[in-house]
């Protein structure tokens, strides 16, 4: 079964850096999706994509967050100033257009992102 | 909006016992509802759905059924294995949002550990 991939598997960064996170979603979806999972708690959605644009977002997905498809199949969330709190992993998924299929989400393994 | 609530856990139980992980939705209309499975160290996997009331979703020998007068969508499986072993997680699409980038709404998690 096809896969959607994401790099690093674990990332640390330093509070107030940048990190970039990388996914590449299943090849002939065409949804797009980040999830977090704060350890120990709930799989929170951050924010859709469809289109070449954010469709839905959090209020989680503050002014430090963005999405970008920069070249038609990656798909990357950056924060631009990460605090202690954005420690934990990050989910890409993808979904593909086709109705008969189109309530499953694909899951990437996920991003460690530990801040120190 | 839509809610999900699940067991909380850490459930742990010996080998060849009946699981039952309890889950409830708060949703406007009949949501599609899913179980999705976090083997250690892995991504999230969908492990069964369920799309109408009375739908039974089943899958490596857990079933769940969408009961609409009790909006629950228990997930059980008569006889668990070691392998077995992972964090359960209850979700549910709100029934209004397949025709966009749809949003999945999870639970908190079950944690399960079974013991041979």
């Known amino acids: 079964e096809p896969e959607v991939t994401q790099t690093p598997s674990h990332q640390v960064t330093q509070m107030g850096q940048e990190v970039i996170l990388r996914c590449v979603p299943i090849s002939n979806h065409l949804y797009f999706y980040w999830y977090r999972q704060i350890l120990g708690q709930k799989v929170e959605f951050l924010v859709s994509f469809y289109n070449n644009e954010i469709s839905e977002k959090s209020e989680i997905f503050d002014d430090q967050f963005s999405v970008e498809r920069p070249d038609g199949s990656n798909f990357t969330l950056k924060i631009r100033s990460t605090k202690l709190e954005d420690s934990a992993m990050y989910f890409c998924?993808?979904?593909?257009?086709?109705?008969?299929?189109?309530?499953?989400?694909?899951f990437g393994s996920g991003t460690q992102l530990s801040v120190l | 909006g839509n809610s999900v609530t699940q067991m909380e856990g850490p459930v742990t139980l010996s080998e060849e016992a009946f699981l039952t992980i309890n889950c409830t939705y708060t949703?406007?209309?009949?949501?599609?509802l899913f179980w999705y499975v976090q083997y250690p160290g892995e991504g999230l996997q969908l492990l069964l759905k369920?799309?109408?009331?009375?739908d039974k979703g089943s899958n490596k020998g857990f079933e769940a059924t969408y009961r609409k007068e009790t909006t629950s969508f228990h997930l059980e499986k008569g006889s668990v294995q070691v392998s077995d072993s992972a964090v359960y997680f209850c979700?549910?699409?709100?029934?209004?949002?397949?025709?966009?980038?749809?949003?999945?709404?999870f639970g908190q998690g079950t944690r399960l550990t079974i013991n041979p």
């Open positions: 998924a993808s979904r593909p257009m086709n109705r008969a299929t189109n309530e499953k989400l694909f």
């Open positions: 979700g549910g699409i709100g029934e209004m949002e397949f025709q966009g980038a749809q949003k999945l709404v």
């Open positions: 369920a799309t109408k009331a009375d």
């Open positions: 949703a406007t209309g009949y949501p599609s």
